[in-house]
């Protein structure tokens, strides 16, 4: 299933101008929802012997280039990996740093996102996070909260199977309280009370420096979602690349567990 992706002819960039790769991508149909697991901030900082956070920084630049690049090429749903529950274990040096890149990610960026019409959610456990990073929060989705374009989720804080049990949680407590019988939990009850709602659930997973696992991400959501794993590190990756996996998806058979007709 965790395929390592060949490049396709389609993507190399030495054939192909920017121009032509973003028409190659709107010349078919669009999809709706691609999730993101950023890997690799760390090798790519280590590789040039500088702090990890300086791979953070460079992989803050790659957030902005994919989210222009998924608003153009008419991506509905765009839902990034940016910090996840176990994150909070690395060094308080690096989730301060962070912390701190959060912030000065959404003073440079959120009236750059506002004017182009997109709209920022975080979903996580944002209680736990420092109040410096909690304000910047309310501010990147107070500022952005009219935006009718790409619909970018940033999970934050974010553990798949903490959000199954607390959704567990939810239904169960309704059942005691004698609101809910359990024969009517269903699928659609279930991911309601997930904290991605009512959004549609991935058609595509990227994820970077070749690593081939789901780390807790959308666990549930993920479900039928194609997956596309690049050797790219995360501070490296462009609009290009995007492009290059909306096109290698489109090569996808999709059977959702059926049968060809
Ligand atoms: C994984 O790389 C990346 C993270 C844990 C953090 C992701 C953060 C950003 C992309 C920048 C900030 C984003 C926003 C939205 C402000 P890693 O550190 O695990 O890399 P490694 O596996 O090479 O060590």
Same mark, same amino acid.
């Given at each position: 299933m965790f395929q390592q992706s060949r490049m396709p002819e389609h993507m190399s960039q030495d054939r192909l101008s920017k121009t032509a790769t973003l028409d190659a991508v709107k010349a078919g149909p669009t999809l709706t929802h691609v999730a993101i697991i950023m890997d690799g901030n760390g090798r790519w900082a280590g590789q040039r012997d500088l702090p990890r956070w300086e791979g953070h920084r460079a992989g803050m630049v790659a957030v902005r280039e994919v989210i222009e690049g998924a608003a153009s090429a008419g991506i509905a749903h765009l839902t990034l990996?940016?910090?996840?529950?176990?994150?909070?274990?690395?060094?308080p040096v690096e989730v301060a740093a962070l912390m701190t890149l959060l912030e000065e990610y959404v003073k440079k960026e959120r009236e750059k996102l506002a004017d182009r019409g997109i709209r920022v959610t975080v979903f996580g %456990? #944002?209680?736990?996070?420092p109040a410096g990073a909690r304000g910047a929060i309310d501010q990147l989705e107070n500022t952005t909260a009219e935006g009718e374009g790409l619909q970018v989720h940033l999970a934050i804080s974010y553990g798949s199977k903490s959000e199954i049990v607390a959704a567990a949680r939810t239904l169960a407590k309704k059942c005691q309280a004698g609101?809910?019988?359990?024969? %009517? #939990?269903t699928q659609e009850l279930f991911a309601g009370e997930?904290?991605?709602?009512?959004w549609p659930d991935p058609d595509l997973l990227i994820r970077t420096s070749g690593e081939q696992r789901?780390?807790?991400?959308l666990l549930w959501q993920l479900a039928y979602a194609e997956i596309f794993v690049t050797d790219t590190l995360w501070p490296d990756f462009t609009r290009e690349h995007l492009f290059g996996a909306l096109l290698d998806y489109r090569n996808r058979d999709r059977r959702f567990g059926l049968v060809d007709a």
């Open positions: 990996y940016a910090f996840s529950e176990e994150n909070w274990s690395r060094s %456990d #944002i209680d736990r996070l609101e809910l019988a359990p024969e %009517d #939990i997930l904290l991605t709602g009512d789901i780390s807790n991400f």
